[in-house]
């Protein structure tokens, strides 16, 4: 099973600053996505992280807003950008592979904007 | 566009009882998954079905998959407090394996 290490695990920010979430797998896999967590809710998908091209957005999510990379098989970066109180949440990371089983998820960032 | 529902919201449940959390799906999905989460963490991958009619158990949960009524069964024997939790069912749509994820289950399981 694929390890995946995220962070920061969690962070206060002030609104209209950015914040940059790192996501690291062990192992080359092929699929990244990026979710959301909203208090109290389910998980909702922000985007599909590609390797080397722009990353595939889902409804409601754009890339002025959450500008993402993915400049290798195992590292992405999602970036919350002018951030406002609405944008509190958990952040996960999630990889796996067309011919593995699994879909794993990182540890999650908590934001808080203040 | 594939859609999760999930049901119940809220459950509460005396030890040693048994119950089901019901995960129903809109179109094709050729996997469904199990997940658990505790407060404040990340999701712990529990089961994934991969054909109609498959089941899995792990302790007191057991799941299975019906992909001609696109329903997924989370049955849960005896509880215990330790799986007081959230579930949530999820179904890929797409060749990228994205996952759509249902309301989730919040599970209390009192003494």
């Known amino acids: 099973s694929a390890v995946i290490s995220q962070k920061p695990s969690r962070d206060i920010c002030q609104r209209g600053t950015s914040l940059t979430i790192q996501c690291q797998v062990d192992?080359?896999?092929?699929?990244m996505f990026w979710y959301r967590q909203q208090p109290g809710q389910s998980l909702t998908l922000i985007a599909t992280a590609n390797q080397g091209s722009e990353a595939t957005y889902e409804s409601g999510f754009v890339i002025d807003k959450f500008p993402i990379s993915r400049p290798n098989l195992t590292f992405s970066t999602l970036t919350v950008s002018n951030m406002s109180p609405e944008d509190s949440s958990i952040y996960l990371c999630s990889a796996g592979s067309r011919l593995k089983r699994e879909a794993f998820f990182g540890q999650g960032t908590r934001l808080t904007v203040v | 566009e594939l859609k999760v529902e999930q049901n119940p919201l809220f459950l509460s449940m005396q030890e040693g009882k048994n119950y089901t959390i019901y995960c129903n799906y809109s179109?094709?999905?050729?996997?469904l998954y199990w997940y658990r989460q505790d407060p404040g963490k990340s999701l712990e991958s529990l089961f994934v079905l991969l054909s109609n009619g498959a089941v899995k158990q792990e302790g007191r949960l057991m799941a299975s998959l019906d992909t001609k009524a696109r329903l997924s069964t989370l049955h849960i024997t005896a509880a215990v407090h330790d799986l007081s939790a959230t579930y949530f069912c999820?179904?890929?749509?797409?060749?990228?394996?994205?996952?759509?994820f249902g309301s989730g289950t919040q599970l209390t399981v009192l003494p």
């Open positions: 192992s080359q896999v092929t699929m």
């Open positions: 999820a179904g890929t749509s797409g060749s990228a394996r994205q996952l759509t």
């Open positions: 179109t094709t999905s050729d996997r």
